[in-house]
Each structure stands twice: as C-alpha cells, then as structure tokens.
C-alpha cells in the first residue's frame, strides 16, 4: 500500500474551499475559520482574518486583518480593517506579578510556575463560557476598533474608527473614542423599541 502525506498549503486550500461552499461565504486570502466556526452565509471575510470559534451571522462582512477569535456576531455587521477581539486580561492584585506563568497553567508564554489555573485570562458574555465578545445584528464597526472580552454592542450600534470599547453599547447608539463613550442615539426611543 502506497501513502503520502498531503501537504498544508493543500489542506489549507481544501478546507477554505469547504467552508466557503458549506456557508455560500467568500473568504479572502489567509483567512482562518476553525471547524469550531459557524457561518449563516452569504458573508465575506477579508485577507488575513481570524475568526477562530466564531459565530458570524447571515450577510455580515469582515475586512482584512481583523483579529475576532471567540467572538459572536450577528446578523448583516459591517466590520472594517483590524478589528480586534479576544485581547485577555492579566491579574492586577492578590498577585506578585501580571506575567502568566504566575497564575495560568498552559504554558501561554512558555512556562509555568502553577499546575492549576489561579485567574482566569478572558470574560466570557455566556453562561457557557464559548463567546467572550457579542456583536448584535446589523452593527457597524469602523476601522483599527479594540473591543475588550466580556462586552456587548447592542443591535444598530456604532462604533467609530479607532475606538476602544471597554463596556456594553447600547442598541441603535452611535460611540466614538477611547474609551468608546454615547454620542447620540440612531433614531428616537419610540423607533429603537420598535426596530427592538
């Protein structure tokens, strides 16, 4: 019996191939898309993307370079270039030290002092611990925008260019800067609960 080893620029092309057939998705060059991944369809994710253990709703499109790893995002978003998701967190009392291998087990930067998890590095936004960042339906979020784990941004939100979210955003709001703070909403209330 005769066997060869595939190489992995060809497993990568299969899989990319799968997947864009599976979800009716485009997927741009260096995209990666676990199996842990869901695509509704019809989306499009940009060169250089991470969408590792994703949700990605129906229409919604990512541009390049963006970092979403764990993250769920609704239906119809627009998401501009480098967006970043999944930044962690380090422990800033009780501990002698910020660096992980004080406090987390896998070795994250190398090597560890503990044989048990001591802080956990993400906050997650379910009760399963899968997601550590949500994104409603029909958001726009423009370019180079941090969002830190454990947030929300409401369905219809905005978030301008460079932002960084450090807490829930409401729906149908508009949130500029660092930290991302309300400039306005959308429409009025009586039309926000009704889009709701």
């Known amino acids: 019996m005769i066997s060869f080893i595939i190489p992995q620029y060809i497993k990568n092309y299969l899989k990319k191939y799968y997947i864009s057939k599976k979800y009716s998705a485009t997927l741009g060059k260096n995209v990666k898309v676990s199996t842990n991944s869901v695509l509704e ?28 790893p ?57 009760s399963t611990n899968k997601y550590i960042v949500g994104i409603g339906n029909d958001v726009w979020i423009g370019n180079n925008v941090m969002i830190i784990d454990g947030t929300k941004i409401g369905h219809g939100a905005i978030v301008g260019l460079g932002s960084i979210v450090t807490k829930d955003i409401e729906p149908y709001s508009i949130n500029v800067g660092i930290p991302a703070k309300k400039i306005k909403y959308r429409f009025e209330k009586k039309y926000i609960e009704f889009l709701m």
């Open 41 to 68: 369809g019809e989306s499009i994710i940009n060169e250089n993307c991470n969408i590792t253990d994703s949700f990605i709703g129906l229409g919604t499109y990512i541009a390049s370079d963006s970092f979403m």
């Open 70 to 126: 764990m993250t769920k995002i609704g239906r119809f978003c627009s998401i501009g270039q480098n967006v970043r998701t999944c930044l962690g967190r380090h422990p800033t009392s009780k501990f002698v030290s910020t660096h992980p291998s004080f406090w987390l087990k896998s070795k994250l930067s190398g090597f560890t002092f503990v044989n048990e998890n001591k802080f956990e590095p993400h906050l997650y936004i379910d």
